[in-house]
């Protein structure tokens, strides 16, 4: 049974730093790319992140674009998302998910390109 758990979220003054984690399990981890996704409160989940299962190809939305990196060890079974310059609109809940394929499919940005989602992990940043 495939499990992701996010963790690393908190509360962080803007401009601050995060390094969310999110550990899978029942899942050869290398085999499928994976995402991150956020979704602040009354707001529709919006995408993040995402990167290939190799690692070799990566997304961003343009929110998080300079100040997001994504990034993934086979190793350990997780990908990260270290966030840099926070700010107040970053305010979310965020979400990792694992796509259906190794590769990133060209709608890599839809929630329905991911089959798997962890619980998420409340990132809040204030001003």
């Known amino acids: 049974q495939v499990q992701l758990v996010e963790s690393g979220g908190g509360l962080v003054q803007a401009g601050g730093s995060l390094r969310l984690s999110c550990a899978a399990s029942g899942v050869t981890f290398s085999t499928y790319a994976m995402g991150w996704f956020r979704q602040a409160q009354g707001k529709e989940r919006e995408f993040v992140a995402c990167?290939?299962?190799?690692?070799?190809?990566?997304y961003y939305a343009g929110s998080g674009k300079g100040r997001f990196t994504i990034s993934r060890d086979s190793a350990k079974s997780t990908v990260y998302l270290q966030m840099n310059s926070l700010k107040p609109e970053d305010t979310a809940v965020y979400f990792c998910?694992?796509?259906?394929?190794?590769?990133?499919?060209?709608?890599?940005?839809?929630?329905?390109?991911?089959?798997?989602w962890g619980p998420g992990t409340q990132v809040t940043v204030s001003s």
């Open positions: 990167i290939s299962g190799n690692g070799g190809n990566i």
């Open positions: 998910a694992r796509a259906r394929t190794s590769y990133l499919a060209t709608r890599y940005y839809a929630s329905s390109q991911y089959s798997y």
